[in-house]
């Protein structure tokens, strides 16, 4: 692995954990609040949790959206996690609409409040989940490289992606008959709905595959 792996600071998101899981799988990690070290990191991980509006508030306060943005263009790799890959996205529904940082095409909408028997379930939704390929292109080359075919994800969240192109799905997972992005990709640029960092073995194979891109 050569270069450092910048995590966005901008006050929203469990950035100790996504530290310590990429420390642990041989990073050189920073975290970095500021325009320039996140432009020009050689990787480049948005963490987050709660409501997207929130989340793109705190990083437009901190002139942090178009250094991103910029980061993005240079086609070095990229990891948003929970509401990190939610925001990658053009636009949420969730309390009314927001815009995203646009890097994928795409929204992020409610997770169903039933499952496909009509009947209804948790919401937030919360557990473990096993990821699913979506098509037929399969993992390697991408973050999800070499993982097993039972490997799951833990998850915590109430909206999910809906990225505008099949093509941007890389894994999805079953959610009581509702299929759920789990893995989303564009280039190298992924994000993931669950957290790698809480995700134990699979997780830090995730990472590590992130650090090696």
């Given at each position: 692995?050569?270069?450092?792996?910048?995590?966005?600071?901008?006050?929203?998101?469990?950035?100790?954990?996504?530290?310590?899981?990429?420390?642990?799988?041989?990073?050189?990690?920073?975290?970095?609040?500021?325009a320039?070290?996140?432009?020009?990191?050689d990787?480049?991980?948005?963490?987050?949790?709660?409501?997207?509006?929130?989340?793109?508030?705190?990083?437009?306060?901190?002139?942090?959206?178009?250094?991103?943005?910029?980061?993005?263009?240079?086609?070095?790799?990229?990891?948003?996690?929970?509401?990190?890959?939610?925001?990658?996205?053009?636009?949420?529904e969730?309390?009314?609409?927001?815009?995203?940082?646009?890097?994928?095409?795409?929204?992020?909408?409610?997770?169903?409040?039933c499952?496909?028997?009509?009947?209804?379930?948790?919401?937030?939704?919360?557990?473990?989940?096993?990821?699913?390929?979506?098509?037929?292109?399969?993992?390697?080359?991408?973050i999800?490289?070499?993982?097993?075919?039972d490997?799951?994800?833990?998850?915590?969240?109430?909206?999910?992606?809906?990225?505008?192109?099949?093509?941007?799905?890389?894994?999805?997972?079953?959610y009581?008959?509702?299929?759920?992005?789990?893995?989303?990709?564009?280039?190298?640029?992924?994000?993931?709905?669950?957290?790698?960092?809480?995700?134990?073995?699979?997780?830090?194979?995730?990472?590590?595959?992130f650090?090696?891109?």
């Amino acid at each position: 692995m050569t270069g450092r792996v910048v995590v966005v600071d901008y006050g929203f998101g469990n950035l100790l954990s996504v530290t310590r899981a990429l420390a642990h799988v041989g990073a050189e990690v920073v975290q970095s609040s500021q325009a320039a070290s996140i432009e020009n990191a050689d990787r480049l991980v948005l963490p987050g949790v709660g409501a997207f509006g929130v989340g793109m508030a705190e990083l437009a306060a901190r002139h942090l959206v178009e250094p991103i943005k910029r980061f993005a263009e240079k086609a070095r790799p990229f990891l948003g996690i929970c509401l990190g890959m939610q925001m990658m996205l053009d636009r949420s529904e969730e309390f009314g609409r927001s815009s995203g940082l646009g890097l994928v095409p795409g929204r992020v909408v409610p997770v169903p409040p039933c499952g496909a028997d009509g009947a209804a379930h948790k919401i937030p939704y919360i557990g473990w989940n096993r990821l699913q390929a979506a098509g037929a292109k399969g993992w390697d080359g991408t973050i999800l490289a070499g993982l097993p075919d039972d490997a799951c994800g833990y998850f915590l969240h109430s909206f999910m992606a809906a990225p505008k192109s099949s093509r941007h799905r890389l894994a999805d997972c079953d959610y009581d008959g509702r299929t759920v992005a789990a893995t989303i990709a564009s280039g190298s640029l992924y994000g993931c709905q669950f957290h790698p960092e809480k995700s134990g073995p699979v997780g830090l194979r995730i990472l590590a595959n992130f650090v090696g891109l």
